[in-house]
């Protein structure tokens, strides 16, 4: 770290971070690595994917965190018949016959876009700009969108009728792709006796927009060592089919992960690390952000799915 002022400034992000888990833990109950994940998405500028059947408490917990953040929170329901026009926003005739732009609901700082892979994939493709230039264009004008940005969007399996797989160009726009898992018994348990009764639990504002930003500014500050790199790297280039590719992915892989995946590894490690209460990632930082990062980068073939080989244990494979 570069100055006593950066130290003072990740003891205060640790602080924060401990007390950001305790407002969201008021409101949610268990999913302690999906929390994890979706706030170190947040503080790498990344984007996020959350990954489960209905009823999971995916969108609660994206507007938990976004009550907690104290940002402009916008939702987006997809549904078959939204337009791109109804995420960006449209030019209007106004009264004096001029045209005027009416901004859409992507103008905030948090996005739910909720079931994000029930629309098709035209209606999709509208958030690829704002997810990776932070801006919006439309009807040859260019608009900024404010900072700190985030999309964070939920998905049910594709599995389920009346959905669209989402293009490759734009899962890997999202950092993680994260798993919601059923509760234990004892989380269920817990979330009935919270949610069927007339107490609600009030979730108080821990952070601020431009706290974000100087801590998303941190995150990118963190040393890596060399040794870590390479290995963020080489784990990336061990996904890719080819000559130098481990037996495993030749058998059962139709094409890896590109370098955006290498460059989420090192940043993701370095928030991970931050979180925990270090000043550098090391390689156990990497793996801890390498599943959700990788899993939906690789593409198995037909010869992995008969044989029931899922993505996640190819990746445990590899690691």
């Given at each position: 770290m570069s100055s006593d002022k950066d130290v003072e400034l990740v003891q205060q992000f640790q602080k924060q971070y401990r007390e950001l888990n305790g407002e969201i833990g008021k409101v949610i109950v268990g999913q302690k690595d999906v929390i994890d994940l979706v706030l170190?998405?947040?503080?790498?500028?990344?984007?996020?994917?959350?990954?489960?059947?209905?009823?999971?408490?995916?969108?609660?917990?994206?507007?938990?965190?976004?009550?907690?953040?104290?940002?402009d929170f916008n939702r987006i329901q997809f549904t078959p018949d939204l337009m791109p026009s109804d995420?960006?926003?449209?030019?209007?005739?106004?009264?004096?016959?001029?045209?005027?732009?009416?901004?859409?609901?992507?103008?905030?700082?948090?996005?739910?876009?909720?079931?994000?892979?029930?629309?098709?994939?035209?209606?999709?493709?509208?958030?690829?700009?704002?997810?990776?230039?932070?801006?919006?264009?439309?009807?040859?004008?260019?608009?900024?969108l404010d900072e700190p940005f985030f999309v964070l969007a939920t998905q049910n399996p594709i599995e389920q009728e009346g959905t669209y797989p989402l293009p490759e160009a734009q899962l890997d726009r999202f950092m993680f792709n994260v798993w919601v898992d059923y509760p234990t018994f004892e989380e269920e348990l817990n979330v009935v006796k919270n949610t069927t009764s007339n107490i609600s639990q009030k979730v108080n504002k821990v952070i601020s927009g431009e706290q974000i930003v100087a801590y998303q500014n941190l995150v990118r500050k963190i040393p890596v060592t060399d040794t870590v790199m390479e290995y963020a790297v080489r784990l990336t280039a061990k996904t890719r089919p080819g000559e130098n590719a481990p037996e495993l992915v030749n058998k059962y892989l139709n094409w890896g992960a590109g370098p955006r995946a290498s460059q989420y590894l090192v940043i993701g490690a370095k928030c991970h690390a931050l979180v925990n209460g270090k000043f550098s990632p090391d390689i156990e930082d990497v793996k801890a952000v390498a599943k959700p990062i990788l899993r939906h980068r690789i593409v198995r073939n037909y010869k992995a799915e008969s044989e029931g080989f899922s993505v996640d244990k190819i990746i445990e494979e590899l690691l």
């Amino acid at each position: 770290m570069s100055s006593d002022k950066d130290v003072e400034l990740v003891q205060q992000f640790q602080k924060q971070y401990r007390e950001l888990n305790g407002e969201i833990g008021k409101v949610i109950v268990g999913q302690k690595d999906v929390i994890d994940l979706v706030l170190i998405s947040i503080f790498s500028k990344g984007h996020c994917l959350l990954v489960g059947v209905p009823g999971l408490a995916k969108t609660l917990l994206v507007s938990t965190i976004a009550e907690s953040l104290g940002l402009d929170f916008n939702r987006i329901q997809f549904t078959p018949d939204l337009m791109p026009s109804d995420i960006l926003g449209a030019e209007i005739l106004d009264e004096s016959r001029k045209f005027q732009f009416v901004k859409g609901p992507i103008f905030a700082n948090i996005i739910l876009a909720d079931e994000i892979n029930r629309t098709p994939p035209k209606t999709q493709a509208a958030l690829l700009e704002a997810m990776q230039e932070k801006s919006v264009t439309t009807a040859g004008h260019h608009y900024k969108l404010d900072e700190p940005f985030f999309v964070l969007a939920t998905q049910n399996p594709i599995e389920q009728e009346g959905t669209y797989p989402l293009p490759e160009a734009q899962l890997d726009r999202f950092m993680f792709n994260v798993w919601v898992d059923y509760p234990t018994f004892e989380e269920e348990l817990n979330v009935v006796k919270n949610t069927t009764s007339n107490i609600s639990q009030k979730v108080n504002k821990v952070i601020s927009g431009e706290q974000i930003v100087a801590y998303q500014n941190l995150v990118r500050k963190i040393p890596v060592t060399d040794t870590v790199m390479e290995y963020a790297v080489r784990l990336t280039a061990k996904t890719r089919p080819g000559e130098n590719a481990p037996e495993l992915v030749n058998k059962y892989l139709n094409w890896g992960a590109g370098p955006r995946a290498s460059q989420y590894l090192v940043i993701g490690a370095k928030c991970h690390a931050l979180v925990n209460g270090k000043f550098s990632p090391d390689i156990e930082d990497v793996k801890a952000v390498a599943k959700p990062i990788l899993r939906h980068r690789i593409v198995r073939n037909y010869k992995a799915e008969s044989e029931g080989f899922s993505v996640d244990k190819i990746i445990e494979e590899l690691l």
